[in-house]
């Protein structure tokens, strides 16, 4: 039997040259108590993700949100696959939920916020959250500048001023 440690590496490996389809099936192969280890359940989000397989996404990082209320990664993770599989205003949801259970501290929230704020309709509401994660993470507004989620308030951004 090969330990899920050594399944993990594979997997890694795997998805470093570009072979998802072998890391998906090496996940398949970590014995079921482990399954649903924090670790597993790590890599089996950004492998179900990177194969837009947003379902079996969804279910791995809500598991870990649910499990690390006040980590972000679990959040932003169910909220990046929940936006594919169902659509934004479920995203917004699961966000501003694991806003509340982590604060207003993250700037990747913020950023993300914005990006369906903007989607949305609500330029307002996006210019607020995107100057909050700017504020917090300067770089944030080099990214805005070339996110297409954002491009309908490029003039908007380009105008920000955080000196």
């Not at 399954?35 to 996404?57: N, P, T």
């Not at 932003?76 to 594919?84: D, E, K, T, V």
């Not at 989607?119 to 990214?143: I, S, V």
Request: net charge negative.
């Amino acid at each position: 039997m090969i330990p899920t440690s050594r399944h993990l590496e594979y997997i890694q490996g795997y998805v470093a040259l570009g072979l998802l389809n072998e890391a998906a099936a090496e996940l398949e192969l970590i014995a079921n108590e482990d399954r649903e280890s924090d670790e597993v359940l790590e890599i089996a989000i950004d492998v179900y993700s990177l194969q837009k397989r947003w379902d079996v996404a969804v279910t791995s990082a809500r598991e870990f949100a649910r499990r690390h209320p006040d980590e972000p990664k679990g959040w932003i993770s169910w909220a990046f696959a929940l936006r594919r599989h169902q659509g934004i205003p479920e995203a917004e949801a699961i966000l501003l939920e694991g806003e509340r259970h982590i604060g207003s501290t993250c700037a990747l929230i913020h950023y993300n916020l914005a990006c369906y704020r903007c989607q949305l309709g609500d330029h307002a509401g996006a210019l607020e959250r995107l100057e909050t994660a700017c504020r917090m993470e300067p770089q944030w507004k080099t990214a805005a500048l070339q996110d297409p989620d954002l491009a309908p308030m490029k003039d908007e951004i380009i105008a920000l001023d955080f000196t």
